[in-house]
């Protein structure tokens, strides 16, 4: 079954390279960065930390788009153009395919994801370096700061995560509304913890519960955000990090499950 | 001999309307089996469910009821997709492959090895005429020449049986040309091949069996030499050295005359006439017989009588049955 799955994700991956959109959004979190870097020469002792807010959540943006973006356009456009036609009636299953395409879109942005890392960490190592010894040391944590990757490892786990919502929806709806429910998907995840202790706001049962049983269908994507603890130098456990990769992965599971099994009984008309 | 497509009851109803939603039957319980080796030409209007059955047998849509088998197994075994090349109607390709890139994807998906696919790819583009233009972006392409590339991927793998779902589609003649000799040597290679066209000529021209589908019903189906055999509308009769006189004594047994040179005519004949008769008449009065031929329909003429007849009474016929129902 493998064998199918990588032609189609080697395919997915040179698509993207060759459509100019991870390019130009590359292009713009690198600008990103060095627009940060420019404001961190702005404010005395906070540069470092400005830089490091600015250059994850640039990343975290970025990749946003990237995974909604070309993650609704992977099986959208196959189906509206026709081009799928092709593909389907080779020896390849409906659940290889999408495994295939989601492969795919992992792997690009998994590459990224690393460009901007990479151009972060450069940022970062001029910093050190220009700065003296009595400044590097006021610093809650070092300049190149290896904490940094833990933070972007859960940034890539989310936007894998906004990829298999983007391609869930996709199987079933039109690029326009999978869009716009991927999104609504993500900023409602985002303030999930506030659903949690929606009762104490509340008086309405009905409106309490419905909070609560939304809270656990609704994938918490704060849980993802480590930004402010890793810009502050606070630690991060290797548990939680962990549990939250593991929590995201069982989401992303389900959701490519789900994603299968609809797509599975489709017809291309 | 297990026939190499097996099409039984097949059915396909679709919603349509916006909030109303009513069914609309695109395919009505069609059957026919088409046996290796076979070139079989499906016909029928636009619209008259060609593309459907396609979609059907490449399990691209699902059948409301009916199965299809091809090759034995189940039309939805991913396994049975090795043996089977498919021609989609109208193509399209991703824009920024080229034609050698798409061949190559679509070979890893065949499990074929990199030496093999470097092999055997330059020389199918050469095949179907786009062997120049093997470099070049599928976007530069031209709609006769997608439709070569489309026909190259059909046959990748070597297939046994391959479906071309309107194959002539945006070729200029010589193209048309060259998939004529195309279909003709994957039949003499013992290959199937089940095509669907509304060009008749092609169809006269290929194959061995037709099936003729109007209104989501198979109206018509088997070898066009028995198909048109019942389709013999009159005689026609060629005969010289007969005297003016002669001819017009033969009155109202005669449908048509045409005078070819002096003495010499053509004669024709209802279907009903009996030729010997006249034939024996004619050649005791001094006339000479020059040919006598039986006056076909041609499959044109099939195609027309039985599509207008039977096509647009299939779906009335539906429209009526889901009315009736609760």
């Given at each position: 079954m493998s064998v199918n799955i990588k032609p189609i994700a080697v395919h997915v991956f040179r698509e993207s390279v060759r459509d100019r959109v991870p390019y130009t959004l590359v292009l713009f979190a690198v600008l990103l960065i060095a627009a940060s870097f420019l404001l961190g020469q702005l404010t005395a002792g906070q540069d470092i930390k400005i830089i490091k807010d600015l250059g994850l959540a640039a990343t975290s943006l970025f990749g946003l788009f990237i995974a909604v973006f070309i993650g609704i356009a992977l099986v959208s456009k196959e189906v509206e153009r026709r081009s799928i036609y092709g593909l389907l009636?080779?020896?390849?299953s409906r659940a290889q395919f999408i495994a295939g395409k989601y492969a795919g879109l992992l792997v690009t942005l998994a590459v990224n994801v690393a460009i901007m890392t990479a151009a972060l960490y450069l940022v970062l190592a001029y910093m050190t370096w220009q700065e003296p010894a009595n400044v590097r040391a006021a610093w809650?944590?070092?300049?190149?700061?290896?904490?940094?990757l833990g933070a972007v490892l859960l940034i890539f786990v989310e936007l894998a995560l906004v990829t298999a919502i983007a391609l869930f929806f996709s199987t079933f709806s039109t690029p326009m509304l999978s869009a716009a429910l991927t999104l609504g998907l993500w900023i409602a995840g985002r303030f999930?913890?506030?659903?949690?202790?929606?009762d104490a706001v509340v008086e309405s049962a009905p409106a309490a519960w419905l909070a609560r049983v939304l809270y656990h269908v609704l994938?918490?994507?704060?849980?993802?955000?480590?930004k402010l603890q890793v810009v502050h130098g606070l630690p991060i456990s290797a548990g939680y990090l962990a549990a939250t990769v593991a929590y995201g992965g069982a989401y992303i599971l389900a959701l490519l499950l789900a994603a299968t099994v609809i797509f599975a009984r489709r017809d291309f008309k | 001999m297990a026939p190499a497509i097996r099409i039984d009851a097949l059915t396909k109803d679709y919603a349509v309307g916006f909030w109303r939603k009513r069914p609309y039957r695109a395919l009505d319980r069609l059957s026919l089996e088409v046996a290796p080796g076979e070139v079989f030409g499906f016909l029928g209007p636009n619209g008259a469910g060609k593309t459907t059955t396609l979609k059907l047998l490449m399990q691209l849509i699902f059948p409301t009821t009916g199965r299809a088998e091809i090759l034995g197994r189940p039309?939805?075994?991913?396994?049975v997709r090795r043996r089977i090349g498919f021609l989609p109607e109208n193509p399209y390709f991703y824009d920024n492959l080229t034609a050698e890139e798409l061949l190559h994807y679509f070979g890893e998906l065949f499990g074929q090895s990199a030496a093999d696919r470097r092999a055997r790819i330059p020389a199918l583009l050469d095949r179907v005429g786009v062997g120049a233009e093997r470099?070049?972006?599928?976007?530069?392409?031209?709609k006769g020449m997608i439709q070569r590339v489309g026909i190259a991927q059909a046959l990748l793998n070597d297939p046994d049986v391959v479906f071309l779902d309107?194959?002539?589609?945006?070729?200029d003649p010589l193209g048309r040309r060259d998939v004529r000799s195309l279909i003709l040597s994957l039949r003499d290679q013992g290959r199937t091949v089940f095509f669907s066209s509304h060009i008749l000529s092609d169809a006269e021209a290929l194959c061995s069996r037709v099936g003729i589908v109007a209104g989501g019903r198979l109206v018509a189906s088997g070898r066009l030499s028995e198909l048109l055999a019942f389709e013999t509308r009159g005689w026609e009769l060629v005969i010289s050295d007969a005297r003016p006189e002669l001819i017009e004594r033969l009155g109202a047994r005669v449908s048509r005359t045409i005078e070819?040179?002096?003495g010499r005519y053509t004669l024709e004949l209802p279907?009903?006439?009996?030729?010997e008769q006249l034939v024996a008449e004619l050649t005791t009065a001094g006339a000479r017989l020059v040919s006598v031929n039986p006056l076909r329909a041609t499959l044109e003429d099939f195609f027309v009588r039985h599509v207008t007849e039977t096509g647009a009474g299939a779906r009335a016929a539906f429209a009526d049955e889901s009315h009736a129902r609760p």
């Amino acid at each position: 079954m493998s064998v199918n799955i990588k032609p189609i994700a080697v395919h997915v991956f040179r698509e993207s390279v060759r459509d100019r959109v991870p390019y130009t959004l590359v292009l713009f979190a690198v600008l990103l960065i060095a627009a940060s870097f420019l404001l961190g020469q702005l404010t005395a002792g906070q540069d470092i930390k400005i830089i490091k807010d600015l250059g994850l959540a640039a990343t975290s943006l970025f990749g946003l788009f990237i995974a909604v973006f070309i993650g609704i356009a992977l099986v959208s456009k196959e189906v509206e153009r026709r081009s799928i036609y092709g593909l389907l009636t080779k020896p390849v299953s409906r659940a290889q395919f999408i495994a295939g395409k989601y492969a795919g879109l992992l792997v690009t942005l998994a590459v990224n994801v690393a460009i901007m890392t990479a151009a972060l960490y450069l940022v970062l190592a001029y910093m050190t370096w220009q700065e003296p010894a009595n400044v590097r040391a006021a610093w809650d944590a070092p300049g190149v700061d290896p904490a940094l990757l833990g933070a972007v490892l859960l940034i890539f786990v989310e936007l894998a995560l906004v990829t298999a919502i983007a391609l869930f929806f996709s199987t079933f709806s039109t690029p326009m509304l999978s869009a716009a429910l991927t999104l609504g998907l993500w900023i409602a995840g985002r303030f999930n913890a506030d659903l949690r202790n929606f009762d104490a706001v509340v008086e309405s049962a009905p409106a309490a519960w419905l909070a609560r049983v939304l809270y656990h269908v609704l994938p918490d994507f704060s849980a993802f955000d480590v930004k402010l603890q890793v810009v502050h130098g606070l630690p991060i456990s290797a548990g939680y990090l962990a549990a939250t990769v593991a929590y995201g992965g069982a989401y992303i599971l389900a959701l490519l499950l789900a994603a299968t099994v609809i797509f599975a009984r489709r017809d291309f008309k | 001999m297990a026939p190499a497509i097996r099409i039984d009851a097949l059915t396909k109803d679709y919603a349509v309307g916006f909030w109303r939603k009513r069914p609309y039957r695109a395919l009505d319980r069609l059957s026919l089996e088409v046996a290796p080796g076979e070139v079989f030409g499906f016909l029928g209007p636009n619209g008259a469910g060609k593309t459907t059955t396609l979609k059907l047998l490449m399990q691209l849509i699902f059948p409301t009821t009916g199965r299809a088998e091809i090759l034995g197994r189940p039309v939805g075994d991913v396994a049975v997709r090795r043996r089977i090349g498919f021609l989609p109607e109208n193509p399209y390709f991703y824009d920024n492959l080229t034609a050698e890139e798409l061949l190559h994807y679509f070979g890893e998906l065949f499990g074929q090895s990199a030496a093999d696919r470097r092999a055997r790819i330059p020389a199918l583009l050469d095949r179907v005429g786009v062997g120049a233009e093997r470099r070049l972006q599928l976007r530069k392409f031209s709609k006769g020449m997608i439709q070569r590339v489309g026909i190259a991927q059909a046959l990748l793998n070597d297939p046994d049986v391959v479906f071309l779902d309107e194959p002539m589609s945006g070729l200029d003649p010589l193209g048309r040309r060259d998939v004529r000799s195309l279909i003709l040597s994957l039949r003499d290679q013992g290959r199937t091949v089940f095509f669907s066209s509304h060009i008749l000529s092609d169809a006269e021209a290929l194959c061995s069996r037709v099936g003729i589908v109007a209104g989501g019903r198979l109206v018509a189906s088997g070898r066009l030499s028995e198909l048109l055999a019942f389709e013999t509308r009159g005689w026609e009769l060629v005969i010289s050295d007969a005297r003016p006189e002669l001819i017009e004594r033969l009155g109202a047994r005669v449908s048509r005359t045409i005078e070819i040179a002096p003495g010499r005519y053509t004669l024709e004949l209802p279907g009903d006439a009996a030729p010997e008769q006249l034939v024996a008449e004619l050649t005791t009065a001094g006339a000479r017989l020059v040919s006598v031929n039986p006056l076909r329909a041609t499959l044109e003429d099939f195609f027309v009588r039985h599509v207008t007849e039977t096509g647009a009474g299939a779906r009335a016929a539906f429209a009526d049955e889901s009315h009736a129902r609760p």
